[in-house]
């Protein structure tokens, strides 16, 4: 049976002017348990709209979401928000941490709403967590205290502390450098595995993407599978990074060519196919 299903699931919102913008249409994605999904496309294309859909932050306009075969727009508030607490994790882009309490009070808050031994042992499985993305020495920081990828990583234990049954990551190695993002990621996937958890990536890097079994692309609202696969040559490779538009300061970290050539090196290691 399917953990997420969407069926026929567009959004659309009115503007100012009563004209209607159109940010996804008619998607059609099932997610059993255990898999992982990435998800690519440019700035603005929906993709966390799509995520918090998934994760039942937000409803459709048309269509349909189901959360292990029940109808989610069926569930009372209280039953939804108590069933997206214990079974959804999610790592967002801008950290959402709350500023003034520390690392560790942090990552406890969500085993904060837990019962019986989740409860009492809160304490030590955030701190079991923190040490499990490289921070057990950062437990007592403010988030003010804390670099960027510091906090990304935070976000990450947060996320993780409950071994939800979805994970839902909105680019969870942006603020990362390359060595730290890959052990990041390695986390995520070992977590998503002790857990049968469903983890879906929406990411820029292709790099990153590689990494999940199934892969799509969303561009003007519909989603889309390809395939991500190596080695390709360097001009095909890099063509199919142009399709799906890769961000600028990210386009090296997938290998576009570059002048001097080494880009083309890097894009050989990389296929994209449509």
Known sequence: MSLVRLEGVAKHVILPDDSRLDI???IELDIPAGDHVAIVGRSGSGKSTLLNLMGMLDRPSEGAVWFRGELVRRMRRSKLDKLRGRNVGFVFQQFNLLSGRTALE????????ASGRAFWTRRRAATAMLERVGLGHRTDSTPEQLSGGEQQRVAIARALVRRPALILADEPTGALDVETGGSVMALLDEIASEADAALVTITHDLHVAARARRHFRLEGGVL???ELSAPAAGAAAAAAYERIDIAPELAESVGEPRSDGAGEAAADRIEVAS
């Open 106 to 113: 942090n990552v406890e808050m969500p085993l904060g709403y």
């Open 224 to 226: 889309t599978p390809f």
């Open 24 to 26: 996804l249409r008619d």
